[in-house]
């Protein structure tokens, strides 16, 4: 009646959501390490066996490395601050040990196992270069601090200022290996440097 006996056509009914066909997007497939789409993928069965990979399935084995010297001199460094304040032998021992495992899985990581490159772009080459001068100080600092703490524990017998000085120095080794972290995590997750060997020459091990 509002209308004046004028007719409307009506709506049309809107199509319900799940009637429309999408086309499944293609995704980088982790196990053929090309583009597959989703009913492709869901085709590879689960393998419990390979769950825990070896270390030859890594494209290489830096990264199982360098998180041994990240966490050991971070830790050692806040752990030897401490004992400043509390000068015990015991702790000034066990930081020993922590910077001389440190030191060698830091000297391993940039020179033993040091990944070679290949195919960067040249933002990535920068990156690279950061990270590769903070891995340098790192290998510096931690082997004169594992110097500073065992002329400590073995000649200056825990003495104050002695811990002080070796304090300094892992605090500055701490600070270089957070950095190299810092821009290799950079390499990887933002300049896509190393996941499933990518821009890595495969024959370096």
């Known amino acids: 009646m509002a209308h004046g006996g004028e007719k409307h056509e009506k709506k049309a009914k809107p199509t319900p959501a799940d009637t429309i066909k999408q086309e499944p997007k293609a995704f980088r ?3 053929v390490l090309n583009d597959v789409t989703p009913a492709e993928h869901a085709g590879h069965e689960a393998n419990p066996r390979t769950v825990h990979a070896s270390f030859a399935d890594f494209p290489h084995i830096h990264p199982l ?3 041994f010297p990240i966490m050991l001199l971070m830790i050692a460094a806040a752990m030897q601050f401490l004992n400043i304040l509390f000068q015990k032998k015991e702790l000034n021992w066990a930081v020993t040990i922590m910077v001389l495992v440190g030191f060698v ?3 391993a990581s940039s020179h033993w196992s040091h990944p070679h490159t290949s195919g960067l772009s040249a933002h990535a080459e920068l990156v690279l270069e950061q990270h590769d001068k903070y891995a340098d100080y790192t290998v510096y600092l931690a082997g004169l601090g594992l110097l500073a703490q065992l002329l400590s524990v073995l000649v ?6 002695s811990i002080a000085v070796a304090a300094v120095i892992l605090i500055g080794a701490g600070y270089a290996v957070s950095m190299a972290g810092h821009y290799g995590a950079q390499l990887v997750h933002i300049e896509g440097v190393g996941p499933q060997g990518k821009f890595l020459e495969q024959h370096q091990h």
């Not at 200056?156 to 200022?161: C, K, L, N, Y």
């Open 156 to 161: 200056f017998r825990g003495q104050r200022w």
């Open 65 to 67: 490395i360098v998180h």
């Open 105 to 107: 899985t830091a000297y």
């Open 29 to 31: 497939d982790t196990i």
